[in-house]
């Protein structure tokens, strides 16, 4: 299975600033997911992320609010943009390797203040 | 389109009851993929069982046994002798097939059951 190395894994930040969430797998993969899990809910996909092509996103998300880069086949990161209360949430990474279950990063608890 | 409902929000039992956790799922997919995960109150995602269309044996793996059921579409989930340490939100999802091979596609998943157990 693959090992999810998610960074940072809580942040408490102001609002109107930007955060960046990093996604590190130990293995090559062709299809990364992020989840946006905001507090008390379920997971909700905000996009998914192919290493040379554009992300895809999810009704309700927009790339200008959340920005996405895949600039290899191990690595992803995940920008939430000028930051209000409501983006309080547990960001998650995960990915499909074949012949597996989806793999989770351990998360990224965001708080803006 | 795929939805997964988990009618039950919060479940509490005492130590070593038996708890189901229900599941029912919506796809129009002949090829799709089940799942069970645990979040613990630190907040991780522990995958718990995978269970593909074509199969539906039961399966059982320690105290833990799902009953996957296509002519009823659920997948529901069975703790036996429950512990203090199953407390837990256990989230049901769904997955299609990915076209890129073998690998699966996005996560649908239920909102979520909230387990406590007493002790």
């Known amino acids: 299975s693959a090992v999810i190395s998610q960074k940072p894994s809580r942040d408490i930040c102001q609002r109107g600033t930007s955060l960046t969430i990093q996604c590190q797998v130990d293995?090559?993969?062709?299809?990364m997911f992020w989840y946006r899990q905001q507090p008390g809910q379920s997971l909700t996909l905000i996009a998914t992320?192919?290493?040379?092509?554009?992300?895809?996103?999810e009704s309700g998300f927009v790339i200008d609010k959340f920005p996405i880069s895949r600039p290899n086949l191990t690595f992803s990161t995940l920008t939430v943009s000028n930051m209000s209360p409501e983006d309080s949430s547990i960001y998650l990474c995960?990915?499909?390797?074949?012949?597996?279950?989806?793999?989770f990063g351990d998360g990224t608890r965001l708080s803006i203040l | 389109a795929q939805k997964v409902t988990q009618a039950q929000t919060e479940i509490s039992v005492v130590e070593k009851e038996d708890v189901t956790l229900d599941c029912v799922y919506e796809?129009?997919?002949?090829?799709?993929?089940l799942f069970w995960y645990k979040q613990p109150p630190s907040g991780e995602l522990v995958f718990l069982i995978r269970?593909?269309?074509?199969?539906?044996q039961n399966e059982i793996s320690g105290r833990y046994s799902w009953n996957f059921q296509k002519s009823t579409s659920s997948f529901n989930f069975t703790i036996t002798a429950s512990q203090v340490v199953d407390s837990a939100v256990y989230f049901c999802a769904l997955s299609e097939a990915s076209r890129r091979g073998s690998t699966l596609g996005r996560l649908y998943f239920g909102r979520g059951t909230q387990l406590t157990v007493w002790p």
């Open positions: 995960s990915v499909s390797l074949p012949g597996q279950p989806q793999h």
């Open positions: 992320a192919n290493q040379g092509s554009e992300a895809t996103y």
């Open positions: 269970r593909n269309s074509f199969d539906e």
């Open positions: 293995s090559q993969v062709t299809m």
């Open positions: 796809t129009r997919d002949t090829t799709y993929y």
